[in-house]
Antibody
Framework: QVQLQESGPGLMKPSQTLSLTCAVS??????????WSWIRQPAGKGLEWIGR???????EYNPSLKGRVTISMDTSKNQFSLKLNSVTAADTAVYYC????????????WGQGTLVTVSS | SSELTQDPAVSVALGQTVRITCQGD??????PSWYQQKPGQAPVNIFY???IRPSGIPDRFSGSSSGNTASLTITGAQAEDEADYYC???????????FGGGTKLTVL
């Protein structure tokens, strides 16, 4: 069974760069069957897809984040990471990492989520 | 860009049938996936593809799709089904994914 675990700072200041890591166990992030996504959820609100990276190394991002996002992977550590530049209070949310099957398309595995608060 | 629209809240009497809908242009091209989220927990995938229910998901959950509308049906709702439900689909014009705004289901 694939398991995902997010890690990163819980509290940040505006304008800083958010860095989160998702450690994957029980499966290889190099598997061609999967892509690996970041999804966030502000308190009391809905889910927002941030972006993903696939085994090929190809990435896709939510256009609404206006080029602030970078997702990378480290196959030697079996983990993938999110960087979000120039954070503001609007980036305060629970951040989830998820494993996504492409065919048929769905998010099969989820981390427990990590709360990131942006506050001065 | 594509949007997926869901009713914010739906209620159902215990044991009755409820349908949660999701509307969007992308659904003309792609089947949605559906997620159940209970307070303080990560979402759980409960339906995807044309007609696929993951292992461990009760068969009272079913999905359908026609035109720009997809539906998640719970036949014989149970108290434990009270949760938020989200649909998700690939955007039809660019390679990104969008979630519906979510539907809060109350079981009366």
């Amino acid at each position: 069974q694939v398991q995902l675990q997010e890690s990163g700072p819980g509290l940040m200041k505006p304008s800083q760069t958010l860095s989160l890591t998702c450690a994957v166990s029980g499966g290889s992030i190099s598997s061609s069957s999967f892509c690996w996504s970041w999804i966030r959820q502000p308190a009391g609100k809905g889910l927002e897809w941030i972006g993903r990276i696939c085994a090929s190394g190809g990435t896709e991002y939510n256009p609404s984040l206006k080029g602030r996002v970078t997702i990378s992977m480290d196959t030697s550590k079996n983990q993938f990471s999110l960087k979000l530049n120039s954070v503001t209070a609007a980036d305060t949310a629970v951040y989830y990492c998820a494993g996504q099957w492409d065919l048929p398309d769905h998010f099969d595995y989820w981390g427990q989520g990590t709360l990131v608060t942006v506050s001065s | 860009s594509s949007e997926l629209t869901q009713d914010p809240a739906v209620s159902v009497a215990l044991g009755q049938t409820v349908r949660i809908t999701c509307q969007g242009d992308s659904l003309r091209s792609y089947y949605p996936s559906w997620y159940q989220q209970k307070p303080g927990q990560a979402p759980v995938n409960i339906f995807y593809g044309q007609n696929i229910r993951p292992s461990g998901i009760p068969d009272r959950f079913s999905g359908s799709s026609s035109g720009n509308t997809a539906s998640l049906t719970i036949t014989g709702a149970q108290a434990e089904d009270e949760a938020d439900y989200y649909c998700n689909s690939r955007d039809s014009s660019v390679n990104h994914w969008v979630f519906g705004g979510g539907t809060k289901l109350t079981v009366l």
